[in-house]
């Protein structure tokens, strides 16, 4: 394996010199392999971004560069592969001596913890520790706003009240798991679940120790049993970690734990942060969101070699809601779909580069079931059809076109770009598209309130999309089963309800072999765009920077085509 990486990245090339020195790998050097393969320890990994975390707190944060970031002080049963681009889909045990003894039925699953696993102050990591942690996410009234894939699929009927209600003498009264000693534990699902293994890899399933546990302000300061420790955090300001010296590098065969400190600078000013990057003074963008339109250009004519263009897993897209007239109407839906001037929205994201490829579907390349040939629109060759618009208008009984509003945070100029590029392109037709530009801080309770939504007649709303994990479950389901739709921080714009597409998502669930299951969201996928209830914009891709001083960088699936943080290690 140590020959394959120093053999990869030999194919990054050579290339330019940030404001620091040293040598950048090349352009795409951490795209598909690794660039700067090395094990020298040492140094300080400077982090910089413009957005902090939703919380830091394992069972709260949602926020995608959280998860990635957190391994470095929360460890799981199991985690992605360290290693680069669709290999990181594939798990592997990290406190589990394995990936579990799966029962028969599917429905059960054991894991044995490893040895010499430990918290911060040398105390072991229990199975019990690991079962509290996972209850926490049950406390939805004080720990809010964390994935709930575990509950649902533990807990559907919602019979646990968490651990802070929970009226055992131990708090640890949730029946869905046992722990029949400190080194076992044992999870009983009531129906099978192909992507329970990728829940238990999420943060949220990291274990968390009930005398640590300050519950609402566990985020300010979380009790490490990864490889480093909490120094300071001052939100919206920065934060420190440094090496946790009770981990042991025995009982952790995934994380490289190269640097001797780790710092984050939190800024507001975006084109600022990419100048310090340019210049040196900083390894990564925390949030690898893709540098600005200034900051990308100067990188790519100066520094291209300090440069990857990633795709992120994310699609941008429009969503058409089925409570607000026309779009109850599918060729009404359709008529917008064949308007819109597909390389006018692709320019708007940024261009094939730093914008992506032309989306043709609602499942990104990263996900099991994209099919590459499908385009049932025709919107790859880039072009308006005007005149299937107009069809499609004529048999929604909309011929002379419609009035309606497009939706849009204010706070994401992209999108207001290809608010505006839709608006001309549908005006082309007759459809008067008004930009309603929200406060992109509140879109929760804007566009994610679908109350709201029909009173201020949101025909079209504008938002993106990324995977929580790499399956049609992490991906489609949240925005396309019915059962999702909420009456606050709703995903599911459209509000599609469709009894066909459910059962295929509980097809999909149900199948534990990946390949199975990805055809069977393939099928989801085609009745979603069938239904003409989303436009797809792009397969998202950025423009990203990494220093020359950055060793064992590459961008994994499992992060949406962020670098993996944990094997991240710096010349000093």
Not at 64 to 75: C, L
Not at 215 to 238: H, L, R
Not at 312 to 330: L, S
């Amino acid at each position: 394996m140590v020959a394959a990486l120093v053999g990869t990245a030999a194919c990054g090339g050579g290339g330019s010199s940030d404001g620091k020195g040293g040598k950048a790998a090349g352009f795409n050097a951490g795209v598909g392999k690794v660039a700067s393969a090395s094990d020298k320890k040492g140094g300080e990994l400077k982090f910089i971004g413009t957005q902090d975390a939703d919380s830091w707190d394992p069972q709260r944060g949602y926020y995608g560069f959280m998860w990635d970031f957190a391994r470095y002080y929360v460890r799981t049963l199991v985690t992605p592969k360290a290693a680069p681009g669709a290999q990181s889909s594939t798990l592997v045990p990290d406190m589990a001596t394995d990936t579990g003894q799966i029962s028969a039925d599917k429905k059960t699953y054991t894991f044995k913890l490893r040895d010499g696993l430990t918290w911060e102050d040398g105390q072991p990591v229990t199975t019990q520790q690991i079962k509290y942690g996972i209850e926490r996410t049950w406390a939805t009234d004080k720990i809010s706003g964390g994935p709930t894939w575990l509950k649902d699929a533990l807990d559907p009927d919602k019979e646990y009240k968490g651990p802070y209600k929970d009226t055992s003498k131990d708090k640890l009264g949730l029946k869905a798991i046992e722990t029949p000693d400190e080194k076992t534990i044992v999870f009983k699902l009531p129906k099978p679940n192909g992507d329970f293994l990728q829940m238990l890899a999420l943060p949220a399933a990291g274990p968390v120790r009930q005398d640590k546990d300050t519950v609402e302000k566990y985020g300010n300061k979380p009790f490490s049993n990864g490889p480093y420790k909490w120094v300071s955090y001052t939100p919206n300001k920065g934060l420190e970690l440094v090496r946790n010296d009770k981990w042991k590098k025995e009982s952790d065969p995934v994380r490289k734990a190269l640097p001797d400190k780790i710092t984050v600078k939190l800024t507001t000013n975006a084109d600022d942060m990419d100048n310090r990057l340019i210049a040196g003074d900083y390894d990564l963008d925390l949030n690898a969101t893709g540098m600005g339109s200034a900051g990308r250009q100067k990188a790519l004519q100066s520094n291209k070699a300090n440069v990857d263009n990633p795709e992120t897993g994310f699609i941008r897209y429009a969503a058409f809601p089925k409570t607000v007239a026309p779009f109850d109407n599918e060729h009404c839906r359709k008529a917008v779909i064949h308007a819109a001037d597909h390389t006018s929205l692709q320019t708007a994201r940024g261009g094939p580069q730093a914008g992506g490829d032309i989306g043709t579907s609602m499942l990104p390349p990263s996900v099991k079931g994209f099919d590459a040939a499908y385009d049932p629109y025709e919107v790859k060759q880039g072009k308006p059809n005007e005149a299937k618009a107009k069809e499609e208008l004529k048999a929604c009984g909309k011929a002379e076109g419609f009035k309606t509003t497009i939706a849009v945070r204010n706070n994401k100029p992209p999108e207001v770009a290809t608010a505006e590029s839709l608006q001309a392109a549908l005006k082309k037709v007759g459809i008067d598209a008004q930009i309603d530009q929200y406060d992109g801080a509140q879109t929760t309770g804007i566009i994610g309130a679908p109350k709201n939504v029909k009173a201020k007649n949101y025909g079209i709303i504008i938002m993106g999309w990324g995977a929580d994990f790499p399956s049609g479950q992490g991906f489609l389901k949240p925005i396309a089963d019915g059962r999702f739709i909420q009456d606050s921080g709703n995903q599911n714009y459209p509000e599609l309800d469709d009894p066909a597409v459910n059962k295929l998502f509980d097809d999909g669930v149900a199948e534990t072999d990946p390949e199975k299951a990805g055809k069977i969201y393939q099928e989801a996928n085609k009745k979603v765009m069938e239904g003409a209830w989303y436009l797809p914009f792009t397969y998202e891709k950025n423009i990203i920077w990494r220093s020359s001083r950055l060793t064992n960088v590459y961008t994994a699936d499992s992060y949406n085509g962020r670098y993996d943080y944990a094997s991240l290690g710096v010349v000093k």
